[in-house]
């Protein structure tokens, strides 16, 4: 087997892959996108470099040997974005998952443990690939040594060789350290000639060979005015050239032989993929984790369904192996209780009297996993499921919000019971998946109906140890049937309206694309980026922000920053909204709407997010853009499903702010929420000490995003990101903020505190959210933690009055018998259809319902407004 090294410049990869995708969150609220990047690259390398030995190298610290010859070397740099230093951790786990050996040396570098082993590795007889961002690194290409630089995406690499080099620049690679003394290098503040360039340093380096002979010679040079500077700062040219050059034997402690890579364990990668929410990666994997031995359990298949077979408590479970259940078939059910286990086939039990009226008694006691799917699954066949005692998904999500839930195996494994299969070991992967004859499906189904009645009391225990009982039974069970209504229910869409829609944006889309050509001078394809950098960049002479994989980037973010360089801009952001608009939304609720009724019936994720909020697929319809005006009227497209009903929407006022006020209870907003006073006027007022005259759209907008940052932990670089501002005046923003409200600072140190003694935070209603990072001894780690401390009880809070407000609600309209119907919830929205006599009952009912929902120390506020419309419901 050939010998080949492959070192990779870890932090350098790390910001490329920050800086080149947009800022991901997982489930859990922590950001994915320089892991993600990261790992991509990493998964390409090992498939098609196939290395032998590998090892990724890290910088140990900020100051290093270069520091003594120069002070200033690097200085300048901005401070790593706690988005960012946060995703460190998680890389080095996925390194250690993939069993990748990582080595960082006190006082030297990430280049210098580079430059160290591969001039070993090459002596050994190795072939040598380094993977980096930083050009620096090309100075180690050789013969054995190929030096590959992501360009601004992150898989796209273009390979230096010497060959390449001397192609590129005219220089043999020892000479691109010469090059870095003659011009410098601004992003490590290596300060070269000053008026020096590449132009000019290649140049003089193709006349005079290195810096050395350049300095001997400076009189032979060509220009009076560059003899002078060179002459001037050729101590400075020759301290460069040090400060660029790679060490090539510092003191690492690391042989080749012990960096010697075999393969990983796919479970640890798997475990890892999943809580960082990498579903399209896992895919990538096709793993399949292997079961041990499974105990045997006693069974029977059913063949004829009546009364005897049911008692008064039983653990039921019905499977459905398709995510959107609302359009696929039950495959199967299983009941267990202390008589015994049982399999029942789909078209025997839902055609059976006897199961139907056992599923639709109250009386009699039903323990499953996830309530609503079984329920809504259930009412297609025309069986209304009562009865439900304990939902095994939901109480462990509430134990355990941060774990991820795939399966009942997945939570009876997480509880030490081992006796089930996951549906992957069990039905296979993607095109592999099938359905086995039915004695094995019988005893795969058993096999979770029985984990499902052995972990109830366990678990109700631990909901109770955590004074969580209340939640669970008071708040998430009784929802959990009020979603199963509003999916079953659905709401309508206007065909007509929504494809008319989907016609006039492809008329401004004709109308804009023709603009756009007209600006550019030609015709080219709008959405190929390479395209369009092109005509940007290179034909219409605008300033290039920054370069991707394909040449240049044309992100919405580059192009907003451009926006008043060129008409073309505006017109090509416009352009994308629409398209976006067109293909997610228009196109993409036409496609997944009920053939037979005209309605989308979304799903609602329950145990998903961390906070308690509740998150909608299939469509999603808490992501209806709203900012542009074309995205607003697609909510026109929404209806009610009666003549003469009207769309009812009832919205929460800055409900995350008014718990923020009771939980810190800051005097200053409390007495601004009392008084009815704007709470971004009043902040603005407050940070920029004037008077609510002198209070400017900009200061409130600043306020605004302050306000918000607050409460979902937003930190300078984010702040300076949603501003348009610099790191340094969004910290200072802050820090005025947090001295005009000294309750809410006070609430963020002692929330913190608290943390850190339990280990969690909790909500009004107890929600938990564990933190088990909040004292792990590594800042980045430690810091995302306490942020996540601060903000969590404020949105899990809200999500939970919400979730209150809509089981109040539901029992109010059953209580006076109105027909008016809950469809949707929408951040803090609720959206109802109702018949247009019983508006004026809501207009009291709605607001007193949601107003009373939980009493704070100020006053919750609702909105409301109706139409024939949900656009015009707002």
Same mark, same amino acid.
């Given at each position: 087997?050939?010998?080949?090294?492959?070192?990779?410049?870890?932090?350098?990869?790390?910001?490329?892959?920050?800086?080149?995708?947009?800022?991901?969150?997982?489930?859990? @609220?922590?950001?994915?996108?320089?892991?993600?990047?990261?790992?991509?690259?990493?998964?390409?390398?090992?498939?098609?470099?196939?290395?032998?030995?590998?090892?990724?190298?890290?910088?140990?610290?900020?100051?290093?040997?270069?520091?003594?010859?120069?002070?200033?070397?690097?200085?300048?740099?901005?401070?790593?974005?706690?988005?960012?230093?946060?995703?460190?951790?998680?890389?080095?786990?996925?390194?250690?998952?993939?069993?990748?050996?990582?080595?960082?040396? /006190?006082?030297?570098?990430?280049?210098?443990?580079?430059?160290?082993?591969?001039?070993?590795?090459?002596?050994?007889?190795?072939?040598?690939?380094?993977?980096?961002?930083?050009?620096?690194?090309?100075?180690?290409?050789?013969?054995?040594?190929?030096?590959?630089?992501?360009?601004?995406?992150?898989?796209?690499?273009?390979?230096?060789?010497?060959?390449?080099?001397?192609?590129?620049?005219?220089?043999?690679?020892?000479?691109?350290?010469?090059?870095?003394?003659?011009?410098?290098?601004?992003?490590?503040?290596?300060?070269?000639?000053?008026?020096?360039?590449?132009?000019?340093?290649?140049?003089?380096?193709?006349?005079?060979?290195?810096?050395?002979?350049?300095?001997?010679?400076?009189?032979?040079?060509?220009?009076?005015?560059?003899?002078?500077?060179?002459?001037?700062?050729?101590?400075?040219?020759?301290?460069?050239?040090?400060?660029?050059?790679?060490?090539?034997?510092?003191?690492?402690?690391?042989?080749?032989?012990?960096?010697?890579?075999?393969?990983?364990?796919?479970?640890?990668?798997?475990?890892?993929?999943?809580?960082?929410?990498?579903?399209?990666?896992?895919?990538?994997?096709?793993?399949?984790?292997?079961?041990?031995?499974?105990?045997?359990?006693?069974?029977?298949?059913?063949?004829?369904?009546?009364?005897?077979?049911?008692?008064?408590?039983?653990?039921?479970?019905?499977?459905?192996?398709?995510?959107?259940?609302?359009?696929?078939?039950?495959?199967?059910?299983?009941?267990?209780?202390?008589?015994?286990?049982?399999?029942?086939?789909?078209?025997?039990?839902?055609?059976?009297?006897?199961?139907?009226?056992?599923?639709?008694?109250?009386?009699?006691?039903?323990?499953?996993?996830?309530?609503?799917?079984?329920?809504?699954?259930?009412?297609?066949?025309?069986?209304?499921?009562?009865?439900?005692?304990?939902?095994?998904?939901?109480?462990?999500?509430?134990?355990?919000?941060?774990?991820?839930?795939?399966?009942?195996? %997945?939570?009876?494994?997480?509880?030490?019971?081992?006796?089930?299969?996951?549906?992957?070991? #069990?039905?296979?992967?993607?095109?592999?998946?099938?359905?086995?004859?039915?004695?094995?499906?019988?005893?795969?189904?058993?096999?979770?109906?029985?984990?499902?009645?052995?972990?109830?009391?366990?678990?109700?225990?631990?909901?109770?140890?955590?004074?969580?009982?209340?939640?669970? #039974?008071?708040?998430?069970? *009784?929802?959990?049937?009020?979603?199963?209504?509003?999916?079953?229910?659905?709401?309508?869409?206007?065909?007509?309206?929504?494809?008319?829609?989907? /016609?006039?944006?492809?008329?401004?889309?004709?109308?804009?694309?023709?603009?756009?050509?007209?600006?550019?001078?030609?015709?080219?394809?709008?959405?190929?980026?390479?395209?369009?950098?092109?005509?940007?960049?290179?034909?219409?002479?605008?300033?290039?922000?920054?370069?991707?994989?394909?040449?240049?980037?044309?992100?919405?973010?580059?192009?907003?920053?451009?926006?008043?360089?060129?008409?073309?801009?505006?017109?090509?952001?416009?352009?994308?909204?629409?398209?976006?608009?067109?293909?997610?939304?228009?196109?993409?609720?036409?496609?997944?709407?009920?053939?037979?009724?005209?309605?989308?019936?979304?799903?609602?994720?329950?145990?998903?997010?961390?906070?308690?909020?509740?998150?909608?697929?299939?469509?999603?319809?808490?992501?209806?853009?709203?900012?542009?005006?074309?995205?607003?009227?697609?909510?026109?497209?929404?209806?009610?499903?009666?003549?003469?009903?009207?769309? #009812?929407?009832?919205?929460?006022?800055?409900?995350?702010?008014?718990?923020?006020?009771?939980?810190?209870?800051?005097?200053?907003?409390?007495?601004?929420?009392?008084? @009815?006073?704007?709470?971004?006027?009043?902040?603005?007022?407050?940070?920029?000490?004037?008077?609510?005259?002198?209070?400017?759209?900009?200061?409130?907008?600043?306020?605004?995003?302050?306000?918000?940052?607050?409460?979902?932990?937003? %930190?300078?670089?984010?702040?300076?990101?949603?501003?348009?501002?610099?790191?340094?005046?969004?910290?200072?923003?802050?820090?005025?903020?947090?001295?005009?409200?000294?309750?809410?600072?006070?609430?963020?140190?002692?929330?913190?505190?608290?943390?850190?003694?339990?280990?969690?935070?909790?909500?009004?209603?107890?929600?938990?959210?564990?933190?088990?990072?909040?004292?792990?001894?590594?800042?980045?780690?430690?810091?995302?933690?306490?942020?996540?401390?601060?903000?969590? *009880?404020?949105?899990?809070?809200?999500?939970?009055?919400?979730?209150?407000?809509?089981?109040?609600?539901?029992?109010?309209?059953?209580?006076?018998?109105?027909?008016?119907?809950?469809?949707?919830?929408?951040?803090?929205?609720?959206?109802?259809?109702?018949?247009?006599?019983?508006?004026?009952?809501?207009?009291?009912?709605?607001?007193?319902?949601?107003?009373?929902?939980?009493?704070?120390?100020?006053?919750?506020?609702?909105?409301? %407004?109706?139409?024939?419309?949900?656009?015009?419901?707002?």
């Amino acid at each position: 087997m050939s010998k080949k090294l492959v070192l990779i410049d870890g932090n350098s990869i790390a910001y490329r892959a920050f800086f080149a995708l947009p800022l991901l969150n997982n489930d859990k @609220g922590i950001h994915t996108n320089a892991v993600y990047g990261f790992t991509m690259m990493l998964m390409k390398i090992l498939e098609e470099e196939k290395p032998s030995h590998i090892m990724v190298a890290f910088d140990a610290g900020k100051t290093t040997f270069r520091h003594k010859t120069y002070s200033e070397y690097k200085g300048g740099r901005q401070k790593t974005p706690p988005e960012l230093s946060e995703q460190f951790p998680y890389i080095r786990e996925l390194l250690d998952a993939y069993r990748i050996p990582r080595y960082e040396l /006190e006082n030297f570098e990430a280049d210098d443990i580079i430059g160290t082993l591969s001039l070993k590795a090459e002596q050994d007889g190795f072939n040598v690939k380094i993977i980096s961002g930083d050009k620096d690194l090309t100075q180690l290409s050789s013969e054995k040594t190929t030096v590959a630089i992501t360009r601004k995406g992150i898989t796209d690499i273009e390979e230096y060789t010497p060959e390449h080099i001397m192609e590129k620049y005219g220089l043999t690679p020892e000479q691109i350290i010469d090059m870095k003394g003659l011009m410098g290098d601004s992003s490590d503040n290596i300060p070269g000639i000053p008026g020096v360039g590449e132009k000019t340093a290649i140049k003089l380096l193709k006349e005079f060979q290195t810096v050395d002979n350049l300095l001997n010679s400076i009189e032979q040079v060509s220009g009076k005015k560059l003899q002078e500077k060179i002459a001037e700062f050729q101590e400075q040219a020759l301290m460069s050239k040090e400060l660029a050059t790679i060490i090539r034997d510092a003191p690492v402690e690391v042989e080749i032989s012990e960096i010697e890579y075999e393969s990983f364990e796919p479970e640890n990668v798997v475990k890892l993929f999943k809580e960082l929410g990498f579903n399209s990666l896992l895919e990538k994997l096709d793993f399949v984790e292997e079961s041990k031995p499974l105990e045997e359990i006693e069974y029977k298949i059913v063949q004829e369904v009546t009364a005897e077979l049911f008692t008064d408590e039983s653990a039921f479970y019905v499977e459905i192996l398709e995510d959107n259940y609302h359009y696929a078939p039950i495959i199967g059910f299983a009941i267990v209780h202390k008589e015994g286990s049982y399999f029942l086939s789909a078209d025997l039990a839902l055609k059976s009297d006897a199961f139907k009226k056992w599923a639709e008694d109250e009386k009699k006691k039903k323990w499953v996993y996830d309530a609503k799917r079984s329920e809504v699954s259930l009412r297609h066949h025309d069986i209304h499921l009562k009865g439900v005692e304990f939902d095994l998904l939901i109480a462990s999500y509430l134990l355990n919000p941060s774990e991820t839930i795939d399966d009942i195996a %997945s939570v009876a494994h997480s509880y030490g019971y081992r006796n089930v299969e996951s549906n992957d070991a #069990f039905y296979g992967k993607g095109a592999k998946r099938k359905i086995p004859e039915e004695q094995l499906l019988a005893e795969h189904l058993v096999r979770k109906a029985i984990a499902l009645f052995e972990l109830k009391p366990i678990l109700e225990e631990k909901l109770e140890e955590n004074e969580q009982s209340d939640l669970f #039974f008071e708040l998430e069970m *009784p929802l959990s049937l009020i979603l199963a209504d509003m999916e079953s229910t659905g709401i309508k869409i206007d065909l007509q309206r929504l494809r008319n829609m989907g /016609e006039d944006i492809n008329g401004q889309l004709v109308q804009i694309e023709k603009r756009i050509f007209e600006l550019a001078g030609e015709a080219f394809n709008i959405n190929s980026p390479k395209q369009l950098g092109i005509i940007l960049f290179e034909k219409l002479q605008l300033p290039a922000i920054k370069k991707t994989k394909t040449g240049y980037s044309t992100s919405a973010d580059v192009l907003e920053k451009l926006e008043n360089e060129h008409d073309i801009i505006g017109e090509i952001l416009h352009y994308r909204q629409l398209g976006k608009l067109q293909s997610t939304y228009i196109e993409g609720l036409l496609k997944v709407v009920n053939p037979e009724n005209d309605k989308v019936h979304t799903r609602y994720n329950q145990a998903l997010t961390q906070t308690g909020r509740l998150s909608s697929t299939d469509p999603n319809l808490q992501n209806i853009p709203i900012r542009l005006e074309e995205g607003r009227k697609i909510r026109q497209a929404f209806i009610p499903s009666e003549q003469d009903w009207v769309i #009812f929407a009832a919205d929460y006022s800055q409900i995350e702010l008014r718990v923020l006020a009771h939980i810190a209870d800051d005097a200053k907003l409390i007495e601004a929420f009392k008084e @009815g006073l704007d709470i971004h006027t009043k902040t603005a007022m407050e940070v920029f000490h004037v008077s609510q005259d002198e209070v400017t759209a900009n200061m409130r907008r600043h306020a605004k995003a302050v306000n918000f940052g607050i409460v979902y932990g937003i %930190s300078d670089y984010g702040l300076s990101q949603s501003l348009n501002i610099t790191r340094k005046e969004a910290g200072k923003f802050i820090e005025k903020y947090l001295e005009s409200y000294p309750g809410v600072k006070n609430y963020m140190e002692e929330i913190v505190q608290d943390a850190k003694q339990k280990g969690f935070v909790s909500t009004l209603l107890q929600r938990r959210r564990y933190l088990p990072e909040i004292t792990s001894r590594n800042f980045n780690i430690r810091s995302f933690a306490e942020r996540t401390a601060m903000n969590t *009880p404020i949105q899990g809070s809200a999500a939970d009055i919400i979730k209150k407000a809509m089981i109040e609600m539901a029992a109010r309209l059953d209580e006076e018998g109105l027909k008016t119907r809950l469809l949707l919830q929408v951040h803090d929205e609720l959206i109802f259809e109702a018949p247009k006599e019983e508006i004026e009952i809501l207009k009291e009912m709605v607001p007193e319902v949601m107003e009373q929902a939980v009493q704070l120390k100020v006053p919750l506020k609702v909105d409301f %407004s109706y139409g024939p419309t949900w656009f015009d419901a707002k």
